[in-house]
């Protein structure tokens, strides 16, 4: 968590890093890529291809700058040069640090390479630690995408693929297995084959020479000794290939896998060697016990005529090294696995059965035999290898990242008044219904308390709607409030069905609270007597059993209908006693929780936070020097300074906290992110303002309000103007398209509660309601970084952000 100095007020630490904006200027058309993987001088298929891309992508397309974050396995000892950071694989708490760094560090877009057996916990279960909390978009290479994954492999994985924007993989069958097996949009898919060297062809005699190979029909294989590739087989045919073909050699290059050699030494390739013996072509087998770096690797693939790959594990779905034999025109004898399969086809190589000594021995010495069908299946190898080059694939991949970085979103004006014909269409003689899907109310779900007071409160508000419209849903929303009273347990209900029953006897605390909170509203702010009348009178009825109640939200909502009650009628002494125990519990509360570098009431944060402080502060406000208020104002605004601090990207823009946070100790992360959390930091900043004076609060207000407007993770616009609606909220792969009764209450309420603020501070204080545009993820890194970093610590300025 991003710690706040320990300072009692907000403006006390404005110009330090309480909102201070960390920028990271780049060049124009740059994009900061976090690339997790394993990396050189790791030896193993993963570092390998994490460190090409490393370099081939950075040096080829000259627009990106790369953050390497390594993956190590913490037992090598190994030192890795010029990483942003390095992650033991078994160590929860390096995954959650690297994913802090890479938000902080303001990144377009992180990119992850994915093997099971590279990370830690079961299955490689501890990598999800690093990607529930990154905020930027997420690219996910599968290097292995299984058939039939046990339950926890499938697990892991389609936690990774509701995370990850996209998913590259290196072959259509891979495309296919996420299709099948994992139900994967093939939209959100990228089928991008192994990158591979760019060599000229015809090479093999110069650097046989070289190798003092001169002469020689050299075979090879490449790669990390075990078992599963099929290296005995190839021994196994070598009798009848020298019998052929006398100057032919087999060349094994590699080291022994190191988990292999950690538990049985160099056992396997003994019994390769003794098996060579056995069969009398020891002599015509050279054996290379090193993992080649890549320019030697190269080399030594220049200079054998066919490479071999006898794997035993059909389902592999990438080999690298086939790729780089294949790009530089080596004739190829191979299994039948996924990668094979797919690039070996029209010629390109011959397939054999696993197993099968008599196949692989017809297979090359028909090529030995031949030399121009050799040359010419090493010509169109060549050929076909073109296709996947270093630059090839650094384009594709290139525009895999800017097909998820966020755009600068069409420019919308700040204080556009949206329409009310969301509104509406989600209401009928009942009530406000629930849920949506997509526009259209979704009528399973009924009602809920939640959001008829909700309605009510913005009856109250939005004086743009003519006066007939919002008297007659008020009466609606009351009606369906006053129905929800319980009088036999003395508790309003919350959630109702289609068909006006029941659902419960008795609501949340919460649903009660933000009805003690509504109607407290409406007492100063429903659009006619009456309704303010009768918003009293249940105040009254509701406000003894619901002040009871000890949920810190339940609490924060109560104290805040008691202070909109108390400026309607300041001689109501329940709402003052309440307000009295409700801002003495949550301060208490406070100092129970509250450490150096954790300035909250709770040891997590949950939904709705900003109520919490903003209530202290509304409170402590209202009653001036009693009560205690003067300590309701200070731990109120310690903790929405605190609050600030979380839900402020290095961007620079709004980031709510998710709802994955809930339930968890001390963090903030970063989805699914809601339309309430920006709602209450518009109004709670609000208060802030106008307890201090501070204009820094007047400029976080825009900030969250500007997240509807597509300053936000994802560079997604949720608002429209032209009914009012709100989508559901931003999630890792975009926007929720969904419309609720909550997201589009919570537009249009944050709406009015930034224009009333722009018209307590004046037009100057709040500027860019005439044709402004809203600055997505994307525009603050390009531009807007440095303004937004010059306002935001430029204590008294009257500019705004992008103004």
Not at 120 to 133: K, N, S
Not at 240 to 268: F, K, M, Q, W
Not at 446 to 453: A, E, M, Q, S
Not at 647 to 661: E, M
């Amino acid at each position: 968590m991003i710690a706040s100095n320990d300072t009692s007020g907000f403006a006390s630490a404005l110009p330090g890093d309480v909102l201070s904006f960390r920028s990271h200027p780049r060049a124009k058309g740059i994009r900061r890529i976090a690339l997790i993987g394993g990396f050189r001088p790791r030896k193993c298929g993963i570092a390998t291809f994490t460190t090409d891309i490393y370099v081939q992508l950075g040096a080829s397309s000259g627009t990106s700058g790369i953050d390497m974050h390594v993956i190590d396995d913490g037992r090598s000892g190994l030192v890795y040069e010029g990483v942003r950071s390095t992650i033991c694989a078994d160590r929860v708490e390096d995954y959650r640090a690297a994913a802090r760094t890479i938000n902080e560090d303001a990144v377009d877009a992180v990119w992850l390479q994915h093997e099971y057996g590279i990370f830690g916990g079961e299955a490689g279960a501890m990598v999800l630690e690093l990607v529930d909390r990154v905020a930027a978009p997420l690219i996910v290479t599968l290097h292995t995408v299984l058939a039939e994954p046990s339950p926890q492999q499938r697990a892991v994985l389609e936690h990774l693929l509701r995370r990850a924007s996209r998913v590259m993989v290196m072959s259509q069958h891979s495309a296919w297995l996420l299709q099948e097996v994992h139900q994967v949009d093939p939209n959100r898919i990228a089928v991008i084959p192994h990158g591979a060297p760019d060599r000229p062809f015809g090479r093999g005699e110069e650097f046989k020479a070289r190798a003092g190979l001169g002469g020689r029909k050299v075979m090879m294989t490449f790669g990390l000794l075990g078992p599963g590739k099929g290296l005995e087989t190839v021994i196994e045919a070598l009798p009848a290939i020298v019998e052929r073909h006398p100057d032919a050699l087999y060349r094994i290059v590699g080291a022994t896998h190191p988990n292999l050699l950690a538990s049985e030494g160099e056992r396997y390739r003994e019994s390769l060697a003794a098996l060579a013996e056995k069969l009398g072509v020891a002599a015509h087998v050279e054996w290379d016990n090193r993992f080649l770096d890549n320019d030697e690797l190269l080399d030594q693939l220049e200079a054998c005529d066919v490479y071999l790959t006898p794997y035993h594990n059909l389902a592999q779905s990438t080999s690298g090294t086939l790729s780089y034999a294949v790009a530089l025109g080596k004739a190829v004898v191979s299994t039948p696995y996924v990668h094979a399969r797919e690039l070996l086809g029209d010629g390109i190589g011959i397939l054999v059965e696993p197993h099968s000594a008599g196949q692989i021995a017809h297979a090359v010495t028909g090529l030995f035999d031949d030399p121009e069908a050799l040359h010419a299946m090493q010509w169109h190898a060549w050929e076909k290898g073109r296709e996947t080059i270093w630059p090839r694939f650094a384009a594709a991949t290139q525009a895999l990242v800017d097909s998820v970085v966020a755009r600068p979103v069409r420019p919308l004006p700040l204080l556009a008044t949206p329409g009310f014909a969301g509104v509406a269409a989600m209401s009928d003689a009942t009530g406000m219904l629930q849920h949506a899907i997509g526009t259209i109310p979704d009528r399973r779900h009924g009602y809920c308390l939640d959001d008829n007071v909700r309605a009510l409160m913005l009856m109250g508000a939005a004086d743009a709607v003519p006066l007939a419209e919002r008297q007659r849903w008020a009466t609606v929303y009351a009606a369906f409030i006053q129905y929800a009273w319980n009088p036999d347990v003395r508790a309003f209900r919350n959630f109702m069905n289609y068909d006006r029953t029941w659902c419960e006897s008795i609501g949340s605390e919460d649903s009660n609270g933000r009805t003690i909170w509504a109607l407290g509203c409406a007492m100063n702010t429903a659009p006619d007597e009456g309704l303010r009348a009768w918003a009293a009178q249940w105040f009254d009825i509701g406000l003894p059993s619901v002040a009871a109640l000890k949920s810190p939200r339940t609490i924060a909502f109560v104290m805040l209908g008691c202070v909109e009650a108390l400026r309607a009628n300041p001689g109501l002494e329940a709402a003052r006693m309440a307000l009295a125990s409700g801002g003495a519990e949550l301060c208490r509360l406070y100092a129970a929780s509250r450490t150096a570098d954790w300035r909250w009431f709770e040891t997590g944060l949950g939904y709705d936070n900003a109520r919490i402080p903003q209530a202290l502060i509304a409170g402590g406000t209202l009653m001036g020097s009693g009560m205690g208020s003067g300590e309701w104002l200070k731990c109120g605004l310690e903790s929405l300074e605190f609050l600030a601090t979380q839900q402020r990207s290095a961007h620079g823009h709004f980031r709510p906290v998710g709802s994955d946070t809930f339930g968890k100790r001390a963090e903030a992360m970063p989805f699914d992110q809601q339309p309430i959390e920006a709602w209450a930091a518009v109004e709670a900043s609000g208060t802030a303002w106008a307890a201090t004076g501070d204009e820094a609060w007047l400029r976080h207000a825009e900030m969250a309000y500007r997240w509807f407007l597509g300053s936000n993770d994802r560079g997604v616009v949720l608002a429209d103007f032209a009914s009012g609606r709100c989508r559901d909220g931003v999630t890792p792969q975009g926007v929720n398209l969904n419309c609720g009764a909550e997201s589009i209450l919570a537009f249009q309420l944050a709406y009015y509660a930034l224009c009333s603020l722009r018209q307590q501070t004046g037009s100057r204080h709040v500027q860019g309601n005439q044709g402004q545009g809203a600055v997505s993820e994307g525009a603050m890194t390009k531009g807007g970084a440095t303004e937004m970093a010059d306002v935001l610590n430029s204590k008294g300025a009257h500019k705004l952000a992008g103004a």
